[in-house]
Structures are given as C-alpha cells and as structure tokens.
C-alpha cells in the first residue's frame, strides 16, 4: 500500500475512533422514546475536515411531472438553493445496447403550462424541445451553478449492462450514444442539437454487476467488464469535454452492501468516477416480511440489533469498506432517503416503540411528506442517529430519514471528509424543502440564490 494511502486510512480511522466514542455515551444514555425533535440542534455547519467542495445531489424522477412534481417546485421550496446537482433519473438502455429514453413525452415532448414552467413562460405550438429537458434547461440559466446530470439505468432499466458491456466494440458504441444524445444533444426525432448544453455528465447505475438486481443477465465476467464501461466513459467524455471546451462529471451509483461491493473493482474504479455514490439505504425494508422491524438507513449499528451479523448494516460500516478497499474519502459519497420503508402487525415489544419486533406483513414505501403526517408517536435512536414510528392501534412501524438525521449525517460527511450526498429523490420532501435545508446547512451548500 503506498504510503500515502496508508496515511489517508489512518486519518480515515482517528476520524472515526471520535465518532465510536461519542456514540459510546450516546448508548450509555440510550433514551429510545424521545421525541424525534426533542433534542434537534440549530441547523448549521461544521469544520470543514474535507479538501473538496461538499456535494448535495437531488435525483429528480422523469415520471414526478405525473403527479404534479415539476423543475419548478425546486425553487418555490427552496430547495434549489441548497444543491449542487441534480440527476436525472433515468436514461433506459435500449435492447440494442443504446443510450435511449424510456419516455419520450415525459423526457422531451410534453409542452408545459405557463403555471408549470421554470421561467413562468408556456412552451410554443411546434417548439422544438419540450418537457422535462426544457425544464432543465431553463432551471441551468436561471441557476448556472447547478450541474445537471442523466443516470443512466436504476433498477428497472439495468438489465442490458452485463451484455452491452462484454465487448470492446459494444461498450464503445454504448458510450457513443450516450455522449451524442444527452451531451450534443442529438435526440431522435428532432433537430441535431436540439438538447446540446443542458447535460454535466453521467451517473451510471447498473444495479448491480455481477448480481441479478431486478432479474437480469449478469457472471462474474460482470467486474471487470463495468471497470472497462467506466474506462470508455471516461475516455469519451474527456474527448467530447475537448472538443466542447467542458469536463463532464462521471459519478457510478454503487451498493452499500459489502456483498455486492466485493463484485466492484473499487481502485481502478476510483482511478476514472469523479466520486461513488454509494446506496446507503433500503438496508432494511418491507420485503423482510416477518421482521425484525429495523432502520434503513441507520448512521451506526445499535447493538440490540436482533439480526443476524451477516445482515447488520450500517453507514459507517459501508464507509469503511470502502475506505479500506482502495477509495479515498474524498471519493466517496452517500445516499439518503426521502422515504420510508413500513411494517404492519407489529406489536409494541418491552419498550413499547415496535422497534427490532416481528412483524406479520411488509408494507409500502411513503414519502417523507406523508410520513409526517400519518399516526403515531415519533421516536429517536441516539445510536443509529435515526427516528422510527409506530403506531400502537394500527401496529404499523416506519423507518425513515428526518431533519435531525440528515443534519446528523451532513455532519458525519464533513468530519469524515467524505464526497458528499444523493437524495431520492426531491418529491419525497415537504414543500417547504425541510430535509435538504438541514442537510444543506449541515454540508454548507446554502450559499446559492
């Protein structure tokens, strides 16, 4: 190991020997019924122990606009002022190995209202680029300091990356059509250039290499093969950043699991991404049916943590592995959620708060803004800096992010000296933008009008 990447790890590990201890005295006062806002801080940033600019990226999904989530609701909350980027989700992979989109209307041909619009203004009768793409682009003029980025995949659209990354030839002509359309802006079916300029660059999300993810192809030929798709992004995109007078972002959405993790040739990888994104959520869910009920997304491991270790997860945990596979810190970021994840036919259990119980069902996934509000008493875990909820007379228990736990990991990210954040995804907050303000004044990203 060199000597100054030995270096960096133990920096990386005097970091978090402060951060063990003062969880240390948070569970020797452990106080599991107090009110999730009972002890929140006055929201504001710390030293900054990191060499680079904190990121605090907000995924914006294509299909929101459905439901009444436009570019625009970014400003009226707030929001906007306090991010650095923002991801597009997603680009589908077509059955050909092509860059393409999986909804052509929602991404670029749907006109806009007056009242849905960035700029206040309603798109023209034959305009050339339309929807959420006009959207964004409008919202780069107002904001020039907003990269905007398209992630490529996710979890419904990764099931054409093991093949299209088998070979030399495929994963060149992939790239190719990636740059040409969302870079040059060369979409089908509209006049060459139509979308040039709105696009930063790309995050990859191939859930997952060498994993079936949601049910798709995938080997162990999958670990070098996503090293070599990184390689020919990064190549192409410092070509075509030449030829544009830019340098384009490549960011790769990555598991938290240290299964999956293991599948990532992590330092050639951190040699070409700018930064990981690193999924540090949906660690525990509905689809563990029967329980335990446990957190998502829990900054530390609480030791009462009935699973079994194999199956205990962490942030903390997540950074570590990183760290200790060949990543600085400074290259890697993390993920929070705007969600929850619920159980039904939970009982109260000894403290009578539902947490770490059996369960009877899994439930659904709400939103931060509809957690707020649905029954039930709040909760805090001074362990794993997380609120949960229950709710006695309906047994259902919630896990999820709040104000405090997001400052709390805003924190974590500077003393670390950590990358930065990804949400998912914008719609989930209140309208007021409560969460990404606390996580912008705890990252110090709240500078921008």
């Known amino acids: 190991m060199p000597a100054n990447r030995r270096a960096a790890v133990r920096s990386a590990a005097v970091r978090r020997a402060a951060v063990a201890a003062a969880t240390a005295a ?23 122990q990191g060499s680079s600019q904190k ?83 409008e919202l780069k003029a107002r904001y020039p300091h907003l990269k905007i980025v398209m992630s490529i995949g996710g979890w419904s659209w990764s099931g054409q ?18 740059v040409d359309q969302y870079l040059n802006g060369d979409i089908p079916g509209l006049p060459a250039g139509a979308a040039a300029g709105i696009f930063d660059g790309f995050a990859v999300d191939w859930e997952y290499p060498g994993l079936p993810g949601n049910g798709n192809p995938y080997g162990p030929q999958d670990t070098p093969n996503f090293t070599a798709l990184m390689q020919e992004f990064r190549h192409q995109l410092d070509t075509a950043g030449r030829a544009n007078g830019e340098r384009y972002l490549l960011t790769a959405n990555t598991s938290a699991s240290p299964t999956a993790a293991a599948k990532l040739q992590l330092p050639q990888l951190a040699k070409v991404v700018d930064w990981f994104n690193v999924m540090t959520f949906d660690y525990h869910g509905s689809w563990e049916a029967t329980g335990p009920t446990d957190f998502a997304s829990a900054l530390h491991q609480d030791p009462r943590d009935p699973n079994p270790a194999d199956n205990q997860f962490s942030i903390d945990q997540a950074v570590r592995y990183y760290e200790q596979h060949g990543v600085r810190p400074d290259k890697i970021g993390l993920a929070v959620p705007y969600y929850a994840h619920t159980w039904t036919g939970v009982a109260p ?19 931060y803004n509809q957690v707020v509000t649905a029954p039930g008493q709040t909760y805090w875990d001074p362990i794993a800096k997380e ?23 805003g924190q974590y990210i500077r003393e670390q000296g950590l990358r930065g954040t990804f949400v998912w995804s914008m719609d989930g907050d209140t309208a007021d933008g409560s969460l990404t303000a606390a996580l912008g004044a705890a990252l110090g990203t709240g500078q921008h009008g």
């Open 26 to 48: 948070c569970a020797a006062a452990l106080i599991g019924t107090a009110p999730a806002h009972a002890a929140t801080p006055a929201f504001g940033g710390g030293d900054d």
């Open 55 to 137: 990121q605090l990226i907000g995924y914006f999904t294509q299909w929101g606009i459905y439901s009444g989530s436009f570019e625009k609701n970014l400003i009226s909350s707030g929001e906007i002022s306090h991010l650095t980027e923002l991801d597009y989700a997603f680009s589908d992979v077509s059955a050909d190995g092509l860059c393409s989109s999986g909804d052509s209307w929602a991404d670029y041909q749907r006109p806009f209202a007056a009242t849905e619009s960035v700029n206040g203004q309603a798109d023209a009768p034959g305009q050339a680029l339309m929807g959420n793409f006009n959207q964004l682009r």
């Open 161 to 178: 990356f093991s093949q299209l990354a088998a070979t030399a030839a495929s994963r060149q002509k992939f790239v190719a059509s990636c």
């Open 349 to 367: 259990g000894p403290r009578g708060d539902g947490l770490f119980q059996p369960a009877t069902a899994g439930g659904g996934t709400p939103d």
């Open 387 to 409: 609120p949960y909820k229950y709710d006695q007379a309906s047994g259902t228990f919630y896990t999820y992010d709040n104000p405090l736990s997001l400052w709390y990991k």
